[in-house]
């Protein structure tokens, strides 16, 4: 007799349960939840070094065109995961994720790809080079990029500049200093500063950290005391010496 109380105990715990799984599920899509719309699509953008070349109001009209805005749509029809592939085409999206809350609103969380140099390469070619080595297409937003000039290719820019301007974005000094790079036939480069009536040859696009230490030092301790516009022409080609050309006095 003991054990048929028993079980009679675990089935009516069984039964309660079952109840309270049903009305539970009943609640949750009670015909109100059904028929909810998105009222709201919350878009953020997480920050990065550079700003301004990604926006909300750009991701709203391009999920627009492709027929995938939410708002307005009835929460049960909205495909988190198409919203999501969508953004993702955008170039200068990184990560992409959404998905749904209650009160009908939608959430959309998103990276951006780091831009860390704007090519302006000498056959027409505008574009930017993010930390990958990925190209991005150039933009109407500005930003205060180092601008590489010169005869560039795409794997220069991929291997060789991507590598460059990533190291000067996360450089203080560098990223005030460095105004533009320029990139000679032979694949050398020369680097115009933003301070200094001179030209900074830089050789290869090897060992660049090394040459800008070197290019700082000289800076700090020559050039204060010698006057910034003392030389032309700044050679770091070399290991471990500076080259200096200095500037031609005018005649009167």
């Known amino acids: 007799m003991k054990y048929s109380w ?12 079952a109840c309270y799984l049903f009305l539970a599920i ?9 028929k909810a719309v998105c009222t709201q699509v919350d878009i ?27 708002q307005g749509q009835p929460m049960k029809e909205i495909d988190v995961r198409k919203i999501e592939e969508t953004i993702l085409k955008n170039p200068f999206v990184e990560t992409a994720e959404c998905f749904k809350t209650q009160g009908g609103h939608i959430k959309i969380n998103l990276t951006q790809r780091l831009p860390v140099v704007r090519v302006k390469a000498e056959n027409g070619e505008d574009y930017y080079v993010d930390a990958h080595g990925e190209m991005m297409p150039n933009t109407r937003y500005t930003s205060d990029l180092v601008v590489a000039t010169g005869h560039i290719t795409h794997a220069y ?3 060789k500049l ?11 000094f560098w990223h005030s200093q460095i105004e533009q790079l320029n990139v000679l036939p032979d694949g050398t480069m020369e680097m115009v500063p933003r301070i200094g009536d001179h030209i900074v040859y830089l050789g290869n696009a090897s ?9 700082e030092k000289f ?6 005391v010698a006057g910034w516009n003392k ?3 700044i050679n770091l080609e070399f290991d471990n010496q500076i080259i200096c050309k200095k500037r031609r006095k005018n005649k009167i």
């Open 6 to 17: 028993e079980k009679s105990a675990f089935i009516l715990i069984d039964i309660a349960l």
């Open 26 to 34: 009943t609640a949750f899509n009670k015909p109100d939840d059904q």
């Open 44 to 70: 953020n953008i997480e920050d990065g070094k550079v700003e301004g070349f990604l926006g909300g109001t750009e991701l709203k009209e391009q999920l627009k065109r492709a027929k995938v805005y939410p």
């Open 157 to 159: 820019a991929q291997k």
């Open 162 to 172: 991507s590598r460059i301007g990533t190291f000067i974005m996360h450089n203080a």
């Open 207 to 215: 060992n660049i950290q090394q040459k800008l230490d070197r290019l």
């Open 219 to 224: 800076y700090r301790y020559g050039l204060c």
């Open 231 to 233: 030389y032309s022409y």
